[in-house]
């Protein structure tokens, strides 16, 4: 059975920081890319970053460059999303998912842990 498994989100304070684990089991992690995404209340789902388990290459939305980093842990099956200088907008739902390279498309999700950052 496939699982994505999100934790570490919470309440902190503008300028804050985070930790977002993504806890994953049931398909081959290094054939696959991990995404973080997030939906505020009202707002379409948005994608943050991604980590290549493939080639270690990342990818970051603009409004998180230099604040955010994704990294992986091959011997944990895990994929983590450090968020620095959070600001209120940064607040939402945040998901792991996980995109095969030959499907190119996220075809696994977690269940989401929420992000809230007071101003």
């Known amino acids: 059975e496939v699982q994505l498994v999100e934790s570490g989100g919470g309440l902190v304070h503008t300028g804050g920081s985070l930790r977002l684990s993504c806890a994953t089991s049931g398909f081959n992690f290094d054939d696959y890319a991990i995404g973080w995404f997030r939906q505020a209340p009202g707002k379409e789902r948005e994608g943050v970053s991604c980590f290549s388990n493939i080639d270690g290459s990342t990818y970051y939305e603009d409004s998180v460059k230099g604040r955010f980093t994704t990294s992986s842990d091959y011997a944990k099956n895990a994929v983590y999303l450090q968020m620095n200088s959070l600001k209120p907008e940064d607040t939402a739902v945040y998901y792991c998912?996980?995109?095969?390279?030959?499907?190119?498309?996220?075809?696994?999700w977690g269940q989401g842990t929420q992000v809230t950052v007071s101003s």
């Open positions: 998912a996980a995109r095969a390279h030959w499907t190119g498309q996220y075809d696994y």
